[in-house]
């Protein structure tokens, strides 16, 4: 978009926020509510009726307490905000993002106590993305993922050499990239009839409709940076979009349980399947007839130890399995401070770098790499950044689950067998849409609440594996 | 956009469609206005009030008697004929877009019956984008237009041999004919700051708002199909977009005046500017400069001629000056015929290709560049085209009075100056945004309606001199 656009953006994306949310939160819409409740008394709860009724009315009963004037204001300035991101980050520059941050935090408190809380202002936030999560569960959780994670990384480090990537500095055309993602993600499951994958600078996947799921990759200039996995990550959302049931369309039942449940969904195909073994033993020969001498000398268990090393860095988004969560921590940790007001906005980068070195042993970040390196302070709420731990957690407890639904699944990975597994995700997590809660969910399939045990487990047990470790 | 999306879009914007009619129809809507025509009662017609007030009127009565079904049926239908018109030109197959085309046929009635006609259906549809035309006046310049152009195309084809366009078939790479089009538009006036150039099958402009002005365009193998007359065409309306003064920002009076009046802006500068000798005098050697020895050979007058031959086609976008309104009276005689239910829409493409003789002289055309060439008869309304034509003649007659107020408007073009011809533009076309309708502009500019003679003249005396006819 070009710089002079921003404000008519800003005044369009208002208009039709403002719009939307005053329709949806009208008396008219509470009083079709409560006869529809009526209505659907004694009906089974996973009906499609009682379904609609029951997650209509949650999602009426949040928006009702927000004020249209907020939700204009969060999209204007949404907009606004951007452009003044992208150039701070290029520049390097946190005081000059510094101000939009302020007008973020304002938003959320804002949100905050129009939303209504018992405990802590962030808990109306992430239990507005992540229904039923709390603060304080989410404190819990970090500090045993803490209490788990920082020493395994210690161990690791003592083994660093055991894990060689130097394969993936190997330089590696645009093109193949790109069409060898196409054909794993299409051979995944990806329907290319319903979507597209195109290029942009941030990878992301969006739903126009249930007949239209896109995705976007970036590609890279070694085999380190090319596009495979971030192709695989979308198309796991990509897929979750695809697999919800056409009888939800249209309704606000269509779409995924959470942000959360949504990234169970990338994790699982981008990590748990991607980044194993069988994978790479069906895949490594496609890939050497796209990639060609790239690959010269490696083989199906050098490229997945190569693509398994792990390494503190200060990307959150090319952060390897282990310490990925230490990233959604430090974030998750300082939204809440600002938000409680221990911490002010111009002190963000100096508290992130003491994080930085505090969980991953790393020293200080420049801005654009540190606190200006997501988009997503530029969006006038917090509380998004936890989904993708709940995404890492969930994706382990289901996979559990479906390796004792599916004992052949490596077999089956490594013959190129992927309508098992997408077929047991269809019926187990796509078919419900968001008729349930991510727990809800999680505990209908795998007999459990969200917990940390599975991802946990599973880490120690590929990484201890991977790096010698008892 | 993928297939399985058309559903999706259909709905979604026949849902905008819907809501964007049923509020600007209301019952509220029309009190305001008649509280505000109190209020505006006595000031300056010119003023922004009572011009706001004016035209929000028009549009409303407009507006008021289409039922909303109807609207957010027109932008269903549109979605789901685009991906068949696409497909039926690529198969070159009639009859596969008969029964959309019989859709657009279909709504066009009712829209004529909605709106109401004194006396033929099509003056509601064409009154509607160009207030204040009628079929009848249409046909009255068609026949003027007819007797005129087709002996002196007759003339032209005499002389056929007097007009050299062979350099047109040189080869020249897409990047140079993006680089040098994009610096053209831009020194004539097209902000980068508000806009930015894209490529795109079929060329386009479209304004987000008043600050994201966009043009498409499409680039060609050799230099007869390069972009650059394609970017000058958009960069015309780009610029009138552009021109609007902000005070007119988020009003009904922002905008132009019709989509006659905008053609007039695009043709214009493709035209009487960008197909004129000082135009080429200026910028021959800066087009050298990027595409080399393509014009090894070719100075301006040469280049000038070139890109004015006329040559007969089957293509309007394509067309040439002198024959391309024969090209629109063909669609509106069609569209008229069928509105009128002279003609069945089995038979367009029979009578397409009998116009095609009798005008142009051609021979029968294949219905992909016959009656499938444009993408506007998957609009499910017809009146569209006539804006072209109205476009023609109104840049004619504009362009007589332009040259009386800058009588040095040659040197300035040779020269490189387009300042003043764009600030004349922006002070007596632009500045008026929707205030005045098109024939008010014209009048008030040039001192007389719309009318052909200017153009027919323009065309006569340009084409007298290149093909040396007396």
């Known amino acids: 978009m070009p710089q002079g656009g921003v404000a008519d953006r800003a005044n369009q994306v208002s208009t039709l926020r403002r719009i939307g949310h005053q329709r949806f939160t009208s008396e008219v819409v509470g009083r ?10 004694g009906r089974e709860p996973d009906s499609f009726e009682a379904s609609l009724v029951r997650v209509t009315r949650r ?10 004037g907020l939700v204009a204001r969060q999209a204007r300035e949404e907009t606004i905000s951007h452009p003044i991101w992208v150039e701070a980050k290029r520049l390097g520059d946190w005081a000059l993002f510094e101000p939009r941050m302020a007008v973020t935090v304002e938003l959320a408190r804002q949100t905050a106590e129009a939303l209504g809380y018992q405990d802590r202002p962030y808990d109306a936030l992430i239990g507005l993305s992540e229904p039923g999560l709390t603060t304080a569960r989410m404190e819990a959780l970090f500090s045993q993922l803490k209490a788990e994670i920082v020493p395994f990384l210690g161990a690791v ?3 660093a050499d ?10 590696c055309a645009a093109g193949p990239q790109l069409a060898f993602s196409l054909e794993v993600i299409q051979e995944l499951g990806y329907e290319l009839e319903r979507g597209r994958q195109d290029l942009s600078a941030h990878p992301f996947c969006t739903a126009f409709g249930p007949g239209d799921v896109r995705l976007t990759t970036r590609t890279g200039k070694t085999l380190f940076d090319s596009c495979v996995f971030s192709s695989i990550h979308e198309s796991g959302h990509g897929m979750y979009y695809q697999g919800v049931p056409r009888a939800l369309d249209r309704t606000p039942l269509w779409g995924g349980a959470s ?5 169970s969904q990338s994790r699982l195909w981008e990590n748990l399947v991607g980044r194993s073994l069988p994978f790479w033993r069906h895949f490594m020969e496609p890939m050497r007839a796209h990639f060609g001498s790239a690959l010269d000398g490696c083989d199906a268990e050098g490229f997945y130890r190569a693509v398994n090393r792990v390494q503190p860095s200060y990307s959150r ?5 282990v310490t990925y969560n230490l990233h959604v921590m430090l974030r998750c940790e300082i939204e809440n401070d600002l938000l409680e007001g221990r911490l002010a906005v111009a002190d963000v980068p100096e508290v992130w770098n003491a994080k930085l070195q505090e969980y991953l042993g790393l020293a200080p970040a420049p801005v654009a790499n540190g606190p200006l390196q997501d988009i997503h302070w530029t969006f006038p709420s917090l509380g998004s950044f936890i989904g993708y731990t709940m995404g890492n957690l969930i994706s382990a407890q289901l996979m559990e689950t479906v390796r004792r639904d599916l004992p052949d699944l490596d077999a089956r990975v490594e013959a190129g067998d992927f309508a098992a597994l997408l077929g047991w995700l269809r019926a187990n997590v796509h078919s419900h849409g968001r ?13 459990k609440p969200i917990q940390p045990g599975p991802w946990v487990a599973y880490v120690r047990r590929k990484y201890s594996e991977l790096y010698g470790i008892d």
């Not at 999602?59 to 249209?68: C, I, R, S, T």
């Open 157 to 159: 480090a003592e083994r």
């Open 32 to 41: 079709l509510l409560e006869a529809a409740a009526d209505e659907v008394a």
């Open 162 to 171: 055991r894990v060689d990537d130097s394969v993936l500095s190997r330089p």
């Open 317 to 321: 988004v090319d952060a390897d399995e």
């Open 259 to 263: 942000p959360g449940v949504h990234e």
């Open 435 to 447: 008729k349930l809660t991510p727990n809800e969910l999680v505990e209908r399939i795998t007999g």
């Open 59 to 68: 999602d009426y009963d949040d928006m009702v307490k927000l004020p249209a």
